[in-house]
T-cell receptor
Framework: GQQVMQIPQYQHVQEGEDFTTYCNSS?????IQWYKQRPGGHPVFLIQ?????EVKKQKRLTFQFGEAKKNSSLHITATQTTDVGTYFC?????????????FGKGTLLTVNP | DGGITQSPKYLFRKEGQNVTLSCEQN?????MYWYRQDPGQGLRLIYY???????QKGDIAEGYSVSREKKESFPLTVTSAQKNPTAFYLC???????????????FGPGTRLTVL
């Protein structure tokens, strides 16, 4: 079925190290979204990528949408303890008359201070 | 201060009892959603509603029911027919209308339901 796969499932880093999570779709997406969920919290929208090959930055976070619009990545430079949480990607898949936003299972990032 | 509220944050129920989780938003969003989250899992869609008095089943609707009598409110009832109800339940709303191509979602704080 239509799905979004994320790897790795878990990532533990030392503070200051870089981190990357990857998202792969079974089909071409019109856009990809990224959300962050802090431990015990709720998902918060980070960004949406729409164009093929698009790259967007938010401070230490760099988001990329693949040329074929089937994959995406989130890279964090020099992680901090505030980056701890689960990062989800999500994409709209056709579900009849509308689209369903399908979430990946997420990558849990832990940072050792 | 606009947002989505869910109450209570933690809820305990005995097996076989129905329980209703509340979700209220004052963002003036038309579309609202209920997701279930289990440890190590992504978000799975239970029900969604595009407008008042209309709602649609998501991927895992069995054992759940909803109503949408007001734009601001979208309560979820977990019935005794739900075989494994213990989970984290998240309510969300969106500006674009249910699942338009650029729809982004705003989540409430969630309710953690434990069935004993």
């Amino acid at each position: 079925g239509q799905q979004v796969m994320q790897i790795p499932q878990y990532q533990h880093v030392q503070e200051g190290e870089d981190f990357t999570t990857y998202c792969n779709s079974s089909t071409t997406l019109s856009n990809i979204q990224w959300y962050k969920q802090r431990p015990g919290g709720h998902p918060v929208f980070l960004i949406q990528l729409v164009k093929s090959g698009e790259v967007k930055k938010q401070k230490r976070l760099t988001f990329q949408f693949g040329e074929a619009k089937k994959n995406s990545s989130l890279h964090i430079t020099a992680t901090q303890t505030t980056d701890v949480g689960t990062y989800f990607c999500a994409g709209p898949f056709s579900g009849g008359s509308n689209y369903k936003l399908t979430f990946g299972k997420g990558t849990l990032l832990t940072v050792n201070p | 201060d606009g947002g989505i509220t869910q109450s209570p944050k933690y809820l305990f129920r005995k097996e076989g009892q129905n329980v209703t989780l509340s979700c209220e938003q004052n963002l003036n969003h038309d579309a609202m959603y209920w997701y279930r989250q289990d440890p190590g899992q992504g978000l799975r869609l239970i029900y969604y509603s595009q407008i008042v008095n209309d709602f649609q089943k998501g991927d895992i609707a069995e054992g759940y029911s909803v109503s949408r009598e007001k734009k601001e409110s979208f309560p979820l009832t977990v019935t005794s027919a739900q075989k494994n109800p213990t989970a984290f339940y998240l309510c969300a709303s969106s500006t674009e209308g249910a699942f338009r191509l650029t729809d982004t979602q705003y989540f409430g704080p969630g309710t953690r339901l434990t069935v004993l």
